[in-house]
């Protein structure tokens, strides 16, 4: 096995609190999600770059996983019914696949804010449109961290704290070339009421292969 210092460096990249990002994730790369700090969601989006109408879909992947919470060995589906990610690595293992991404009306219409901060919705249309994506193309974005508790019986949801710890993160790999759309959840529910950044490295596929 050749040393680590053949290998191009993976460098760590941070999304300040409340903001976002996109980039391209060639097929076989891995994309790893950090949480540096504890308790702060990410919300996460793909889109394959063959053709922008294909898109992560939660409605087929939750059915097809039947479970909503998912985890290593999951795949994320799209539109098309197409693998675009699959999560290879998990330290947590509580994520959302049913919530929309905050935004200025999540603000308005769940905690009445009169002056709403455009949440993760507005970061992920900013941070998307250099790639051609309108916020209307939007979907359910794959919520990493993010803990929604269900009551089995009556459907009730419930947002409660995340279970990630400093160092906790998820590893996805892309099963196609994608733009991923990436924030640090602005929400005061989805993170016990501190915003804080998100971290993420990629590893791409042809850097041999990593411990944790
Ligand atoms: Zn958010």
Request: charged share 20%; glycine share 6%.
């Amino acid at each position: 096995m050749p040393p680590d210092t053949a290998l191009p460096p993976i460098r760590r990249q941070e999304i300040a609190p409340r903001s976002g990002v996109a980039f391209e994730l060639a097929k076989g790369d891995r994309l790893t999600i950090i949480d540096p700090k504890g308790e702060q969601v990410a919300d996460l989006l793909a889109f394959s770059v063959a053709d922008r109408d294909e898109v992560i879909s939660s409605g087929r992947t939750l059915d097809y996983a039947s479970r909503i919470y998912l985890t290593t060995g999951d795949p994320i589906y799209s539109n098309r019914s197409n693998v675009l990610l699959r999560i290879v690595e998990d330290t947590v293992g509580r994520h959302d696949f049913l919530l929309t991404p905050c935004s200025a009306d999540t603000f308005r219409i769940i905690y009445g804010d009169t002056h709403p901060h455009h949440g993760c919705f507005g970061n992920l249309a900013a941070a998307l449109a250099p790639y051609g994506i309108e916020p209307d193309r939007i979907p359910v974005a794959f919520n990493v961290f993010m803990n929604v508790v269900v009551n089995g019986e009556t459907g009730e949801l419930k947002v409660e704290p995340p279970l990630s710890r400093a160092g906790d993160h998820v590893t996805f790999e892309a099963e196609t070339d994608l733009i991923i759309g990436l924030t640090a959840c602005s929400a005061l529910q989805s993170n016990n009421n501190a915003f804080k950044p998100i971290h993420y490295e990629i590893r791409p596929a042809d850097a041999a292969p990593q411990s944790p």
